[in-house]
């Protein structure tokens, strides 16, 4: 909604750029049909999105029923693929947290290189994208939380107020799980939550709930199809939702991971990163204001965490009302 209010980057003509050849999109009954992969490895190899995210979502289920089996030998079986599975996530969040560590030097150049070719007037549509941004941000909490609490008796305002420190934090840090510590004591201290709703929840959330990340990799998507020239049909749009919904569960809440799981969202939108064309460029021209967006998306995704959590206590009986009044 706030990208075609907006229509960041529209306009937007990237000089010296390669030409950009979009993929063809398939027919929606097509991708909804291939969502389920017949070759779960091809679609890995082959940069298959949607197909390999929901492998690993069936995959993940089977696992989680496999250790809580009462078979002894499946238990084992299911806590192997586990610590395999979770050793190799932790691998692969060291070699992200590594390229990240970096990244700023490349963003400094490709900046340059875009600001020194393009001129100043660049930066313009990088402000429409910020402010789109962080306005959708604003409407998820307001419309999208405050009807949520509102439906289960709850105040904004006064919740805005408990959860005002992990916000700040998450803001600051630009990690949902740095700031995990703190949106627990919160839970706790300033909402009377149990700890045996909180604990559970909380670091759930932490993995799996990126409503900000969602929103950022629309935006941002739909500003490097307007910034090439590319009209999106709704259908196209519908895509960039669906992926971006399923690549945020599996975005590391580590800083600057969702601009990684852009180039997913690109992917499966017929907009692939190759060097040279104009969708590397605007690519890159995200990544110059990432941090920026990152601060915004993480404070929106803790708090959504917050909500979540504290709606199940109060349906669970294990929130403390006192607290509240």
């Known amino acids: 909604l706030m990208a075609n209010i907006f229509k960041p980057g529209l306009g937007l003509e990237l000089a010296g750029a390669g030409e950009v050849t979009p993929k063809t999109p398939p027919p929606p009954t097509e991708v909804l049909l291939n969502i389920v992969p017949t070759n779960p490895f091809a679609a890995l190899v082959n940069g298959q999105v949607l197909p390999t995210i929901f492998f690993a979502i069936i995959l993940g289920i089977a696992i989680s ?35 990240l560590e970096y990244a700023p030097y490349g963003v400094f150049a490709l900046i340059a290189v875009v600001v020194g070719t ?94 900000g990340t969602a929103l950022y990799q629309g935006v941002c998507a739909m500003f490097i199809a307007f910034a090439i020239g590319q009209s999106l049909p ?11 919904v399923l690549a945020s569960i599996g975005t ?16 499966a939108i017929g907009l692939p990163l190759e060097p040279g064309t104009a969708v590397a460029i605007a690519y890159g021209m995200i990544a110059g204001i990432d941090a920026i967006l990152d601060m915004g998306r993480t404070m929106v995704n803790v708090t959504g965490d917050l909500v979540g959590t504290t709606i199940v206590a109060k349906t669970e009986g294990a929130l403390d009302e006192s607290k509240w009044k």
């Open 65 to 99: 029923y496999l250790m809580h089996s009462k078979n002894e030998r499946l238990r084992k079986s299911g806590t192997t693929l586990f610590e395999f599975f979770d050793g190799f996530a932790e691998a692969m969040y060291k070699i992200v947290r590594g390229v």
């Open 118 to 211: 393009q001129g100043p007037g660049v930066l313009g549509p990088l402000g429409v994208v910020v402010l789109a941004v962080y306005l959708g941000l604003l409407l998820q909490i307001l419309i999208v939380y405050g009807s949520a609490l509102y439906i289960f008796k709850f105040n904004l305002i006064t919740f805005l107020k408990k959860a005002k420190d992990a916000m700040v934090t998450a803001f600051v840090t630009r990690s949902s799980s740095g700031t995990l510590p703190v949106t627990m004591r919160v839970a706790e201290e300033e909402m009377g939550i149990d700890k045996g709703v909180y604990a559970f929840t909380l670091p759930l959330g932490a993995t799996i709930n990126m409503d």
């Open 234 to 244: 709704i259908t196209q749009q519908l895509m960039i939702v669906l992926t971006a």
């Open 252 to 267: 590391a809440g580590v800083p600057g991971a969702g601009l990684i799981m852009l180039a997913m969202v690109l992917e």
